[in-house]
């Protein structure tokens, strides 16, 4: 049998409640980054989808527009018209909704980027006099 060095026997009784601490502090620190990855994983997945969908509709509204606008070449009714003046900010729109990342970057300012987004559409709305809430929905479901 091996001596046992009777400092290491006392210390280990004295400080078995902090190395009980201690060992579940890590496996606490460990479960929760666990969870907390997998809830931000979901967070940002819903988050994404609903940014996607407003973008979306952004997109969809700009290529229609131009459409109708393609279609009326020639027209001269008011409707023609206004579609004329917004053109140009339409075409901005398309511009600005291609500029997003389509992929994570640290380097791209996303939320700026987005507000600039929606108050081209916002402009765009204006000169078309369309109501830009008139579609618009509080929450998204699968």
Do not use: W
């Not at 009784?13 to 990855?37: N, P, S, W």
């Not at 291609?98 to 300012?109: A, K, T």
């Not at 987005?114 to 998204?140: M, Y």
């Amino acid at each position: 049998m091996e001596p046992v060095d009777i400092d290491k026997a006392f210390d280990s009784i004295v400080f078995a409640e902090q190395t009980e601490l201690d060992q579940g502090y890590k496996e606490g620190h460990e479960a929760g980054c666990t969870e907390a990855r997998a809830v931000g994983r979901g967070l940002g997945f819903q988050r994404a989808a609903q940014l996607a969908s407003e973008v979306g509709f952004y997109g969809g509204f700009a290529q229609q527009a131009l459409a109708q606008l393609a279609a009326a070449d020639g027209a001269s009714d008011a409707a023609s018209q206004q579609l004329r003046r917004a053109r140009p900010l339409l075409l901005g729109l398309t511009r600005l909704i291609e500029r997003l990342p389509r992929h994570n970057s640290r380097d791209s300012d996303v939320s700026a980027l987005l507000d600039t987004v929606r108050a081209k559409f916002r402009q765009v709305c204006a000169v078309l006099k369309v109501n830009p809430t008139a579609g618009e929905q509080k929450e998204i479901s699968f």
